[in-house]
């Protein structure tokens, strides 16, 4: 099990000039330690979207790393994303699953049949270039070198302990952030 | 004796013209039962991507991420996807003032006598109590009616619908 704020320390460290979709409880770890927050994308309403966001930034900014922050409990209530993704094979696309092993998404009840469901097994079916799976702070740190290196598309299912609990949202609105990506978008141009 | 009025139809090419006009980058859609001429057309067309989802909502969010990334993007599903498209249509097309088109196949719709299938009775109601604007395209001559609809939702920054009241025609 690794500390949620770990994982997003480690993508940070690796993130370069990677544009990141991040939602849930992976966005209130995420927007504590970005230093890029002109690249980052907010999810704080329809959440389950963040891979279908992250394909139409894969497919429109092909020369730039697409990092997505998803959780178990959003990415399952929209698996067939999975399917969509695979078939694009955006080879820029890196699709991070934080696995939240107290369910507090869901107060800390599983929800039966689909406690269990295998993601990287799933995206593997799904088309997805890669998929693996880390529930150690020192593999993954390791590994994440590999993860920016390899094309993608690919999946990471990392098991987390939430620490996020006490942090809020950002105070950015999410339409508030999204302007800021697209004005440095095409300042970039 | 009655002289039969040739019908006026609907071609692939007009809608084809209307999106190259418009310098749409992607269309990202959900396949239905009367869109495969459409599909040979876009296949064909080298300026246009096409983007296949599984589900309608996914339409909307993959659009959104195409449009924060720069490009330009339509959505073209059918008027049932608009039903199931309809969280996302709120979060991301109306709350984040996103300016798409969404061509929408009005199934359902029947010009003279009764509507009897709910998904062709309900659109227009769904899409009033969003305050979405639309446009009725059935045939070539009102293809420009896209145009329309393009230059309305980048002047207003909001979603605006093209129903599509007709099969394509070959």
């Not at chain 2, 979060?91 to 010009?111: A, H, S």
Request: proline residues 5%.
């Amino acid at each position: 099990m690794i500390p949620s704020h770990e994982v997003a320390r480690a993508i940070n460290y690796h993130r370069d000039d990677a544009l990141v979709v991040s939602t849930s409880a992976a966005l209130r770890d995420w927007h504590q330690v970005s230093q890029r927050r002109d690249l980052d994308i907010d999810l704080t309403d329809c959440m389950d979207r963040a891979p279908a966001v992250g394909l139409g930034l894969s497919l429109a900014q092909p020369n730039r790393r697409i990092l997505v922050l998803d959780c178990d409990a959003t990415l399952r209530t929209d698996l067939a994303s999975l399917a969509t993704i695979g078939e694009a094979a955006p080879s820029n696309f890196v699709h991070f699953v934080l696995e939240d092993a107290d369910h507090t998404s869901t107060d800390g009840v599983p929800i039966r049949g689909l406690d269990k469901v295998d993601f990287e097994g799933v995206a593997r079916s799904a088309g997805y270039a890669h998929a693996c799976r880390f529930d150690n702070l020192e593999e993954l740190l390791i590994g994440m070198e590999d993860i920016m290196r390899r094309p993608g598309p690919i999946l990471v299912a990392v098991k987390v302990v939430p620490d996020s609990e006490s942090a809020r949202f950002p105070e950015r609105t999410m339409a508030d952030g999204w302007a800021e990506v697209r004005r440095a978008l095409a300042a970039d141009i | 004796m009655t002289t039969a009025i040739p019908e006026s139809i609907l071609h692939p090419a007009s809608l084809v013209n209307e999106l190259k006009k418009n310098d749409v980058s992607h269309v990202v859609w959900l396949p239905d039962s009367e869109t495969n001429f459409l599909y040979h057309m876009m296949m064909e067309e080298p300026t246009l991507d096409l983007v296949p989802v599984c589900r309608e909502g996914e339409t909307m969010a993959v659009a959104a991420g195409l449009w924060v990334g720069g490009a330009k993007p339509v959505v073209l599903i059918q008027n049932t996807g608009v039903f199931e498209a309809g969280d996302s249509i709120r979060g991301l097309c109306l709350d984040l003032n996103q300016p798409l088109v969404m061509l929408v196949g009005y199934r359902g719709w029947t010009r003279r006598g009764p509507t009897p299938d709910s998904a062709g009775r309900f659109i227009e109601h769904i899409l009033h109590a969003w305050g979405i604007n639309y446009y009725l395209v059935e045939t070539d001559e009102d293809a420009d009616r896209i145009s329309v609809a393009f230059e309305e939702c980048e002047r207003l920054s909001r979603p605006v619908a093209v129903l599509i009241g007709t099969e394509f025609g070959s």
